[in-house]
């Protein structure tokens, strides 16, 4: 995913960068102080100055700028999607998905939304998409739209 001058590159080696006039990618200063960056990344995402990165249980962010850690979201459990295979962020919510559903947080209040079932929908996700009005998740099934609430929510 390119961000700003960067590429991230979420890998089976964790999390990688390939800086402007790099000639190979680097693992960037925060991976030391959270191994598990090093760890296979699942999804990677961006928004304003923010990169999200998953591995199977959790959800990192990091600035674009400098690529610091920013604070755990150690209220909210990621686990609960049964394994992450998808990843969406904008300036209002984080969007999280797996095989048993979707699991939206707020960035304004770490609150979050689980959705089990996605409009009846048993099936694994494997993309989201946001746009100010709409989340559309892809799964094996086929695609649903969700309409979002000005915070970014779902009804």
Known sequence: MLAGDTLWIGSDAGLLLLPPGGASPI?????????????????IAHS???VAIADADEV??????????LPRLSAVDFRIV????????DANTIW?????????????TNLSMFLPAVAGVRARVRDIQLSAEHGWIATEAGVV?????????VR
Do not use: C, Q, Y
């Not at 049964?82 to 962020?89: H, N, V």
């Not at 739209?145 to 929510?153: A, E, H, W």
């Open 27 to 43: 693992r960037p200063g925060a991976a030391a102080a959270e191994p598990r960056l090093s760890r296979p990344i699942r999804a």
């Open 48 to 50: 304003d100055s923010i």
């Open 60 to 69: 990192f962010r990091m600035t674009i700028r400098g690529g610091r850690l």
């Open 82 to 89: 049964g394994g992450i295979s998808a990843l969406a962020i």
């Open 96 to 108: 999280v998905g797996g095989p048993n559903g979707v699991l939206i947080v707020s960035r304004a």
């Open 145 to 153: 739209r969700l309409i979002r609430m000005p915070d970014g929510m």
